[in-house]
């Protein structure tokens, strides 16, 4: 039993005591006491109920009898009125026990049964999310292959296809292995600056691509934090990926630290097609995506990195204003 539940039992226990002592002595000094302790017995019950179900309750009830019955039966008047009004209280306590116990388990099984099937569906949902991804970069391979086999086309090129769709596919793998392990940091005394201008440099082949410039405005003084730089350089890329994604041609994506008084405020800032209320609310949602080859997972896993190393991540955003995502992380001083 867990350790918060022993003291309901203990609780119960007393309280049961307790009704007793006082109902019984006050059986000849006062009538209407005597009548209003016995209504006092519903309060272990019900507590056996709402916290044990239907067999805590029925347990509760069987101790309460074994309490009022032998006194029942001790002061037994044979007053038709007296009595009858005592042995209706032993019943109706009964059918308060049953009641409300039945409906606690009836609720709590319903409730166990509503998880179950969100449990489910939520794997199923990731387990065809996960497939989807893959499917395409997978028939890419097969396709690029089966051209290397029949001699078509030019080897070289295939070969690069092929590299490129493995790639997306270790991307898919990697987001999805982050997401669902726990994380556990491997943190040292490293320098912010370093870390972003690798994350800036992991993504600028992308930024080249989509014809978006990447600057960053970094303090040149070192900006000393513990942290875990593969990680954090991670967090920082999926951001800056976001960012070029949602950026035109020709746009700018600026990546800037200050150092506060014990905080380093890192800002990724984006002037691209911004967000919804819909979207900016759903963001942080594993696999939510609003991209036809995205994982949903980046935001996830920067938030999740950002927050084991007790920092703060803020995003905002106005459809056609462009993004802020602005991160706070705690300075070594
Ligand atoms: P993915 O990039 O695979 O779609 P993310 O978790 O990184 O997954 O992002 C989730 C969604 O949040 C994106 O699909 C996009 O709609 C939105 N989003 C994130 N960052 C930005 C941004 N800087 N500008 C506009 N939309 C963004
Ligand atoms: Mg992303």
Known sequence: ?????????????????????????????????????????????????????????????????????????????????????????????GIVAFLVGFFIDRDRKQKMELEKERYLAGLGQVSTTIVHDLKNPLITVLGYARRIREGKGE??????????????????????????????????????????????????????????????????????????????????ANLIANAIDASDPGGKVTVSAVEGKDRLVIVVTDRGAGMDKDTLNNIFIPFFTKKQSGTGLGMSIAKKIIEAHDGTIQVRSGPGQGTQVTIGLPLKR
């Open 155 to 236: 080897p070289a090129e295939a070969a690069g296809i092929i590299m490129d769709s493995a790639e997306v596919m270790q991307n898919i793998v990697t987001d999805v292995l982050d997401f669902a392990r726990p994380i556990s940091l491997e943190k040292e005394d490293g320098e912010a600056g370093t870390v972003i201008r690798k994350a800036c440099d992991f993504c600028s082949e992308k930024a080249v691509e989509r014809g978006v410039t990447l600057a960053f405005e970094i303090p040149e003084t070192p900006l000393k934090i513990s942290l875990d730089a593969p990680r954090m350089q991670r967090a920082l």
């Open 1 to 93: 039993m867990r350790e918060g539940r022993k003291w309901y039992v203990l609780v119960i226990f007393l309280l049961g005591v307790c009704i007793t002592y006082l109902h019984s002595s006050t059986v000849e000094t006062s009538h209407s006491l005597h009548d209003i302790y016995r209504q006092l017995y519903y309060i272990p019950l019900l507590i056996g109920a709402l916290v044990f179900g239907l067999r805590g309750s029925a347990l509760t009830y069987l101790f309460i009898c074994a309490l009022y019955v032998p006194y029942l039966a001790l002061t037994w008047t044979g007053t038709v009125y007296f009595e009858v009004k005592r042995l209706l209280f032993v019943l109706f306590a």
